[in-house]
């Protein structure tokens, strides 16, 4: 009987993290203990008060940025020789009043914003004012001297809606010109739990500002926003929006009737329509081509008509768009340091099906901006985003479509994921699948989970990027026999990029920086785990617990290692973790250890998923000899307030 026998077990080794959002969000079993009565003891209640009290404020002030901080007037926060656009939000009515709360984010270009959370009424009492920066490179005044410039920068943005340089996305200029430049407008509502439940999309709406570049004052805009997800279909208004709209700085009254407006009205009108022209012009062209393309596609080969050859798809506002126009490279500026770092970030966003009235799934692509401020999204979502990040790292990335098993054996259903490919012709192709974070590397299968990974991919049906968009004409259409040759016209049938290019897309998305306090978060949910632990063994078990501080301590670089392992992919030795337990664990005694990772911080449903496990609930319940109990908590967070949250619960004891 020597140190003690190490017998730890990865819980999430064949789980994804939205299985783990599965297992806790189960009910309670018959006969176990109702965690309602813990709630009575306030230590639940306490713990999100202080969590709510870590990240409330700091979430706030990251999505508004710099230019809204509170307590500053608008001249105090306008900075000389820089144009802004001034977005009040005086109000709302006609929404639907209940429990919780509606909430506004806003985007433009490189900037992001959100008001304070407000009731859930009839006219909820928006009060938001946004100071949205237009250009860095002029500012309205009456100074004659500047007249020439002040025409020119108003000129620049009303042809390109921007007169700022992008940092958030490598882009042509083709396509820079394609980019929508209108304000984004979501409102999200949140149930009676406020942050602790999930965010729905009420409404998201594109605001057209450019007709205040008249120089002639500000403008106030009703907007009727209309349903989005489960009632797109049906439009249902939803509620209105009062907007105030004014440029900062702007000019005087008498500079205005001594001048007029330093850009016609007629001339604003008419590059407004010139530019719908252009493109719905665009829109048309491409859907003709796209009849003749897939006539030919299935002529080649009738059995191509039942491939997945997604061409066309519904965005949140009800319109259907060519797939490619729903990618465009993004970058993560130093919020994500590796392409891996990427894919775990967006596996750590929780997955929802989207149902529609009735039943039945809901196949909505959502804007980045909608999916973020939303907070959760559809595997589309998650692919759409991913494949974004990637293209921003500079990869040859692209999203697929196809099939996919839940086991290597079992039944095929829709699917989409995403590939790089490296090489000459593509040879080296890696999937990543979006919802876990895990990458298959085609040519190399020999790692422990690759062959079980690659049986799970069924068939692919098209690729595209925000480039690019080719179906496959290839009789095996197996995703992991398929060559990805793209440039073989006898295997894939291309798209006319030139057709492509020119449609209208959304602009790329900056990541709003974590701000909350990873250890005080780590320390409120551990407190919260322990009390619930302690309770369920002295109310369920009858038995006392006692805990061993320097053995939780220890738990924490094995958690650390399992998070690095998620993001690197490297298995680590984790050699010294082992040792410190060998050390630590007196002789003849034994070690359990279960660690699971969960993408929220709310200790409530992580206790109903330890349960869940027959590993855990041998450790709770356990009633050996001089058993002490350990617990840690790790929290990693990463943009957007995205957490991954480790958890171990180990015990040392003379186990029978």
Request: net charge negative; glycine share 8%.
């Amino acid at each position: 009987e020597g140190g003690g026998v190490l017998i730890a077990a990865e819980a999430s080794a064949g789980h994804s993290d939205a299985d783990e959002q599965e297992l806790a969000a189960r009910s309670s079993a018959p006969g176990e203990v109702r965690l309602d009565a813990l709630r009575e003891r306030r230590i639940i209640d306490e713990v999100i008060r202080s969590l709510e009290a870590h990240t409330d404020l700091s979430e706030k002030q990251a999505a508004r940025g710099a230019t809204n901080l509170p307590g500053a007037t608008v001249s105090e926060r306008a900075e000389p020789g820089k144009q802004y656009l001034l977005v009040k939000i005086l109000g709302g009515n006609q929404f639907e009043a209940g429990d919780g709360e509606y909430e506004i984010r806003l985007h433009y270009g490189s900037q992001r914003f959100s008001s304070c959370p407000v009731p859930r009424e009839e006219e909820p009492a928006f009060d938001a004012t946004f100071l949205v920066r237009l250009s860095s490179r002029f500012a309205l005044d009456s100074r004659a001297a500047h007249f020439e410039r002040q025409v020119m920068g108003l000129r620049r943005l009303l042809a390109n809606g921007t007169d700022e340089a992008s940092t958030i996305g490598s882009q042509s200029a083709e396509l820079d010109a394609a980019t929508r430049t209108a304000l984004h407008i979501v409102v999200l509502r949140t149930g009676p739990d406020g942050r602790e439940s999930p965010r729905e999309l009420v409404a998201s709406h594109l605001l057209e500002w450019r007709r205040l570049l008249t120089g002639a004052g500000g403008a106030l805009v009703s907007i009727e926003l209309s349903g989005l997800g489960p009632t797109g279909k049906i439009r249902v208004p939803v509620g209105v929006l009062q907007v105030r709209l004014d440029l900062v700085p702007g000019l005087s009254e008498a500079a205005l009737s001594k001048d007029g407006p330093l850009v016609p009205q007629k001339e604003v009108d008419e590059t407004l329509r010139a530019e719908a022209r252009h493109f719905g012009g665009s829109h048309r062209r491409f859907c003709s081509y796209a009849k003749v393309w897939w006539q030919e596609f299935v002529e080649a080969n009738p059995a191509f008509r039942h491939r997945l050859v997604k061409i066309f798809a519904e965005d949140e506002w009800g319109e259907h768009q060519p797939a490619p126009t729903f990618v465009r490279p993004m970058r993560g500026g130093r919020l994500l340091d590796t392409p891996r770092h990427a894919a775990r970030f967006v596996s750590l966003l929780p997955y929802v099906r989207e149902e529609q009235v009735g039943g039945g799934r809901v196949e909505v692509w959502h804007s980045p901006h909608s999916f973020l401020a939303r907070g959760q999204g559809d595997c589309e979502d998650h692919a759409l985003l991913l494949c974004s990040l990637l293209l921003g790292y500079g990869l040859d990335a692209f999203v697929c479509v196809g099939t996919a098993r839940d086991q290597p054996n079992g039944q095929e259903r829709d699917h989409v994921w995403v590939m790089t490919r490296a090489g000459k012709h593509g040879r080296h192709c890696v999937f990543w699948e979006s919802l876990t974070g895990q990458r298959v590397d085609l040519e190399n299968l020999d790692g422990p989970d690759s062959p079980r990974l690659a049986a799970i991919y069924g068939r692919v049906g098209c690729v595209f990027n925000h480039q690019g968009f080719y179906a496959s004409k290839q009789l095996d259409d197996r995703a992991i026999r398929c060559s990805f040759n793209l440039e073989d016209d006898l295997k894939w049938k291309a798209m006319d990029e030139r057709l492509l290019a020119p449609m209208r897309r959304l602009p790329a998305l900056p990541l709003v920086a974590p701000n909350l306090s990873e250890p005080d978060v780590a320390e409120a949910v551990e407190i919260a785990l322990r009390g619930l632990m302690t309770d369920e063994r002295s109310e369920q078990y009858d038995l006392s617990t006692q805990w061993d501080h320097d053995l939780s301590y220890y738990l924490g670089s094995a958690l650390a290692a399992y998070e690095a392992e998620r993001c690197s992919g490297i298995l680590f030795s984790n050699e010294e973790f082992q040792e410190a337990i060998k050390r630590h664990i007196p002789r003849g005694h034994s070690f359990k250890g279960y660690p699971t990772v969960f993408n929220h911080r709310d200790p409530t449903k992580m206790f109903h998923a330890l349960r869940q496990s027959q590993i855990a609930r041998d450790i709770i319940g356990a009633r050996a000899d001089h058993a002490h109990f350990a617990l840690r908590v790790r929290v990693f967070a990463y943009p957007e307030n995205v957490c991954a949250v480790w958890c171990m619960v180990a015990a040392r004891a003379r186990f029978s």
